[in-house]
C-alpha cells in the first residue's frame, strides 16, 4: 500500500525528539534571501534521510484555489473549501472519502485552527468532533487534511516548533485500540521545504501523490507536484551522492532529475487516464440514467412514481459507491499480496466475498425499483 513510504517515515523521524523552536518564517521566492536559522537546522537534521520519490509532473496554479485543481479520482475522495469565498488566509479545507460519510475538517481563521471529524447520520452529517491528540501548540494552524484509504492514515500541514519554515505536512495514524490519533510526524524532505507546504495526497487506486508548495513560486501561486510513491521507502545511501546532488533532491530543485527514479512513461499514462476520467464525470456532472424498460429511462430521482423507488434508488446508488470503495481497496491489497505481503490473504478473501454479495444486492436493488415502477 502506498501509505507504507509514510508510515515507514513515521518511525524513522520520531527516533530522535526536537528540540523546542520558535515558529519560524517561510522562505522567500529568491534562493538569494536569507532563511530562518531554526528552520534550517530542522531542514539539515532532515537531509539524510531524504527520500527517493519519482515527480512526473508540476503546474503552477492560483493559490486561492488550489484545491479544484488536485485531480484525485472519486474513489479516494475529495479535497474542498469550507468557505469558497473566503480570502486564502481564512479559507479552511475539508476532505471528505469516496463514500461521501466522512468528513476531516478545519474550522477556525487566519489566527487559529483546528481539525475536526464528522460523520453522516441519514442524509445529514452529524456534529463535529474535535481531534484532540494534535496538541494545537505544537500545531497550530492545522489545515488541508487528507485521509489516506486506509481510513487511519492522515495529512495534514501546520505551522509549528516542528516546522522547517511557514507550514510542513505532518503525518498520523490513528490507533483503534486506543481510539486515539499518534503524535504527528513532520513528513521530511523532500515533501517539507522551508516555505510553505501545504497539502499531500495520495490516489491509492492510480499510484499517484500530490504535492502543493509555495516554494519558489511568485506571490499568489503555488505548485502542484504529481508524484509516485513507492512501496517502500527509499533512500540515497546508496547512490554515492555529493552534498550539492543530495540537498538538490532535498529541495525539488529538478523533477527531471527524478525521472530515472521509476518509469515515468507509465505514470504519465496513469495520470492522463485519471484526468480523462474525472472529465468524463465532470460532463455527466448528476445525470442519471436507469432503465424501467424499453420504454421508460429515469433521469432523475424526481421521474420516479413512488417513495419507494426514490429510496430504493438511493440505497442503489449508496450500494455502488461501496462497491466501488471496496474494489479500489481490494486491488490494493492483491497488488501487495503480489508483491509478497502474505497477510493480506484473508483480508483478500473475505474481501471477494464482500464484492460479491454488493453485486448481488445491486442486482435484487435493481430488480426492485422496476418492479415498484411497473406496478
Not at 505514470?267 to 432503465?291: D, H, P, Y
Not at 491489497?333 to 464484492?355: F, M, P, S
Request: charged letters at 25%; proline letters at 3%.
Amino acid at each position: 500500500m502506498r501509505r507504507i513510504l509514510f508510515l515507514f517515515l513515521f518511525f524513522t523521524l520520531s527516533i530522535g525528539s526536537f528540540a523546542q523552536r520558535k515558529k519560524p518564517m517561510g522562505l522567500k521566492a529568491k534562493a538569494t534571501q536569507e532563511v530562518p536559522s531554526e528552520g534550517l537546522k530542522l531542514f539539515k537534521s532532515m537531509l539524510p534521510a531524504t527520500a527517493k520519490v519519482m515527480f512526473i509532473d508540476s503546474v503552477v496554479v492560483p493559490k486561492s484555489d488550489f484545491l479544484r485543481h488536485v485531480p484525485l479520482s472519486k474513489e479516494s475522495g475529495v479535497v474542498m473549501s469550507a468557505d469558497t469565498h473566503a480570502d486564502f488566509p481564512n479559507q479552511m479545507g475539508v476532505y471528505e472519502n469516496g463514500l461521501g460519510v466522512r468528513r476531516i475538517l478545519a474550522k477556525g481563521d487566519s489566527v487559529q485552527s483546528q481539525l475536526y471529524t464528522q460523520t453522516k447520520l441519514g442524509d445529514n452529517w452529524g456534529e463535529d468532533a474535535l481531534i484532540t491528540d494534535f496538541n494545537d501548540q505544537l500545531y497550530y494552524n492545522q489545515n488541508y487534511p487528507f485521509l489516506a484509504s486506509d481510513g487511519v492514515t492522515l495529512y495534514f500541514s501546520a505551522d509549528g516548533n516542528e516546522s522547517m519554515g511557514g507550514r510542513d505536512i505532518f503525518m498520523s495514524s490513528f490507533d483503534s485500540d486506543k481510539a486515539s490519533w499518534y503524535k504527528p510526524q513532520n513528513m521530511g524532505l523532500p515533501f517539507n521545504s522551508t516555505a510553505n507546504d501545504y497539502l499531500l495526497a495520495i490516489d491509492d487506486l492510480d499510484s499517484l501523490g500530490w504535492l502543493v508548495t509555495d516554494r519558489r513560486q511568485p506571490k499568489g501561486k503555488v505548485c502542484i507536484y504529481t508524484f509516485v510513491p513507492t512501496e517502500t521507502r527509499q533512500n540515497f545511501n546508496s547512490d554515492n551522492l555529493d552534498d550539492k546532488q543530495l540537498l538538490s533532491y532535498a529541495r525539488l530543485t529538478s523533477i527531471k532529475s527524478t525521472w530515472h527514479f521509476g518509469d515515468r512513461e507509465a505514470a504519465m499514462k496513469r495520470l492522463e487516464e485519471l484526468k480523462k476520467r474525472n472529465q468524463e464525470k465532470e460532463n455527466n456532472g448528476t445525470a442519471m440514467s436507469f432503465v424501467i424498460n424499453d420504454h421508460t429511462v429515469i433521469t432523475s430521482p424526481s421521474q420516479f412514481k413512488s417513495n419507494r423507488s426514490r429510496q430504493l434508488y438511493k440505497q442503489l446508488v449508496e450500494l455502488r459507491q461501496m462497491e466501488a470503495s471496496l474494489q479500489t481497496t481490494l486491488a490494493a491489497k492483491r497488488k501487495a499480496y503480489h508483491n509478497g505481503d502474505k497477510t493480506t490473504a484473508n483480508y483478500i478473501l473475505k474481501a471477494e466475498e464482500q464484492l460479491e454479495q454488493y453485486r448481488h444486492d445491486i442486482t435484487d436493488t435493481e430488480k426492485n425499483i422496476r418492479l415498484a415502477e411497473l406496478q
